[in-house]
């Protein structure tokens, strides 16, 4: 597509901006993936142009501290005041979050009298795994709507962002906490510093903040750019969430990686030197040092990867439409807008998204205008475009889809490499 924006900008561009973790103004651009409407703004599929404003989606790279960021903030209360994101959606999630929770309160010899509290809760569906404990659970979620479900549901929320003020209240009201939970929100913090210094304030001596996030490796390593979106404002390795935590006094003392989400990164963080940082942080450190995850040359490789990412799914997409075949989006994740909108997927290319999440039905991905359709069994595309590739497994494991291949179905992965699934298994595209 040699007539396409490219996605690479020439090297050495600063951009305007003080680094969200350690405010040197040494952030330098790797990858512009051009103007953007908000993702989880879905519009109706007739809304009047202006109603998906564009904002510029640039990743950046701190030379100081090496936290990866996007330049420009949406704020917060324009994102996350009304969310259609809900966690018990998927099969996946759920269990990952019986596990993860089950191996936090076993660590630290959870007891029924303490206070666990979980930053940016969604639907409680982390603080439901916390019951078997009886210990005292409060989520804080942003999303009056998504707060509700929590609610509804028995599980203690506030409907408020948090922040130090926020941490404050909750310390005078239940004091403090022997677990602080963040799964999925900590890179969507634009009050970054305000957060962890709440955080600190939180913490019992003995406390324990766990925290999982993407991982910035795991992004690199799997091309999956699509995690760039304006909610998340920060991309997390081991390097630059220790800069950022140390300037508020808190330390990682246990980190590993998850499965999930295509690559998560999970730090177990206390005061300095409340506990002995074990092994797992030095084994990563090394690994980080060895995988060049410190380099800005790493990203600029990255930013070069989703250019070959983009010609080869426009190539098959376009092969598609000209044999006459149609190709829906299965699923219709904030993700899949960051892809779409990149690489200038529309309705000729992808008709429409299938989507069980009923609070999406009805609308269109933001941007290219593909409208969303509620998924049923007795109607299905040529092939599926799959936009939360990080649930392919899950999808292909459903008896429906085994039917749909053996029919002569396929589904399509754009990431981490384009490739074609059907009946006879995996084809790189
Ligand atoms: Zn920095």
């Not at 490796?217 to 699509?226: H, L, P, W």
């Not at 090394?286 to 995988?291: G, I, L, N, S, Y």
């Not at 598609?320 to 960051?338: F, I, R």
Request: aromatic share 8%; hydrophobic share 45%; charged share 20%.
């Amino acid at each position: 597509m040699s007539d396409a924006r490219p996605l690479v900008p020439p090297p050495g561009r600063r951009l305007d901006m003080a680094c969200r973790c350690c405010g040197a103004h040494a952030v330098e651009l790797v990858l512009d993936l051009g103007d953007q409407p908000h993702c989880n703004r879905l519009v109706r599929p007739d809304a009047p142009a202006g109603a998906d404003p564009a904002y510029p989606l640039r990743l950046g790279f701190c030379r100081e501290c090496t936290m990866a960021q996007i330049d420009h903030t949406i704020p917060k209360e324009n994102m996350f005041s009304d969310y259609p994101y809900v966690s018990g959606t998927t099969k996946t999630l759920p269990a990952h979050f019986a596990a993860t929770s089950k191996r936090v309160a076993d660590a630290y010899g959870l007891r029924p009298d303490d206070l666990v509290v979980d930053v940016g809760s969604n639907d409680g569906t982390w603080l439901k795994q916390y019951a078997p404990y009886g210990c005292r659970v409060l989520g804080v979620e942003a999303a009056g709507n998504v707060a509700q479900l929590a609610l509804d549901a028995g599980v203690p929320t506030w409907s408020r962002f948090f922040n130090e003020a926020c941490a404050r209240d909750i310390l005078a009201e239940m004091g403090p906490a022997k677990l602080v939970t963040a799964a999925g929100v900590f890179f969507h913090l634009e009050e970054l510093h305000s957060v962890v210094r709440g955080i600190a304030a939180l913490l019992a001596d003995d406390g324990v903040f766990v925290v999982q996030a993407i991982y910035l490796g795991g992004m690199v390593e799997n091309t999956a750019f699509d995690q760039i979106y304006h909610e998340h404002l920060c991309y997390y390795t081991l390097r630059s969430l220790s800069a950022l935590l140390a300037q508020h006094g808190l330390e990682i003392f246990e980190a590993g990686l998850v499965p999930i989400h295509g690559g998560t990164i999970e730090a177990h963080i206390a005061r300095q030197g409340a506990r002995p940082v074990g092994v797992s942080v030095r084994r990563m450190q090394a690994a980080e040092a060895d995988k060049g995850f410190g380099e800005i040359a790493t990203y600029q490789r990255f930013a070069a990867n989703v250019e070959v990412l983009r010609e080869r799914l426009l190539a098959l997409l376009g092969a598609y439409a000209q044999a006459g075949k149609s190709v829906w989006a299965y699923g219709a994740p904030a993700k899949g807008a960051t892809l779409l909108n990149s690489f200038g997927i529309g309705p000729a290319l992808v008709q429409q998204a299938v989507e069980r999440n009923a609070m999406k039905v009805g609308l269109a991905i933001p941007g290219v205008r593909i409208p969303i359709v509620e998924e049923r069994a007795d109607s299905a595309p040529d092939a599926y475009l799959v936009l939360a590739w990080n649930f392919l497994d899950e999808f292909l494991s459903n008896p429906a889809n085994k039917a749909f291949m053996a029919a002569g179905g396929e589904f399509i992965a754009p990431v981490p490499q384009v490739r074609v699934i059907g009946a006879k298994g995996a084809q790189p595209a």
